[in-house]
């Protein structure tokens, strides 16, 4: 079993930043960053391999976004920077511990937190 508490949503003006962290208990394959607005469906955003270090982005944040972990704190972060009205959503992380599977793929993470809201305004 694979617990992940997120924290550091909020609210910020267009441009601006937040960094989101994912605390995971136990082992892991790799983490992911999804999110999902109102009456849309769950995207994926980034993901992180854990024992690698490599990451991907979907393109919609590539040069933007920032996925980085800390292995002694088992902490995944996501930095959000140059932040856009349309980044609003309610931000999930995600875990799995086998390679099944995409990564954008919600059905390929059994493990998710409990979501955090990221609000940008005009």
């Known amino acids: 079993q694979v617990q992940l508490v997120e924290s550091g949503g909020g609210s910020v003006q267009a441009g601006g930043s937040l960094r989101l962290s994912c605390a995971a208990s136990?082992?892991?394959?790799?983490l992911a960053w999804f999110r999902q607005a109102p009456g849309k469906e769950r995207e994926g955003v980034a993901t992180?391999?854990?024992?690698?270090?490599?990451?991907v982005y979907a393109d919609s944040v590539k040069g933007r976004f920032t996925i980085s972990q800390d292995n002694a704190k088992n902490t995944v972060y996501l930095q959000m920077n140059s932040l856009k009205p349309e980044d609003t959503a309610m931000y999930y992380c995600?875990?799995?511990?086998?390679?099944?599977?995409?990564?954008?793929?919600?059905?390929?993470?059994?493990?998710w937190g409990q979501g955090t809201q990221v609000t940008v305004s005009s």
């Open positions: 995600a875990a799995r511990r086998g390679t099944a599977g995409t990564w954008l793929a919600p059905s390929s993470y059994p493990y």
């Open positions: 136990g082992y892991t394959y790799s």
């Open positions: 992180i391999y854990s024992r690698s270090g490599s990451t």
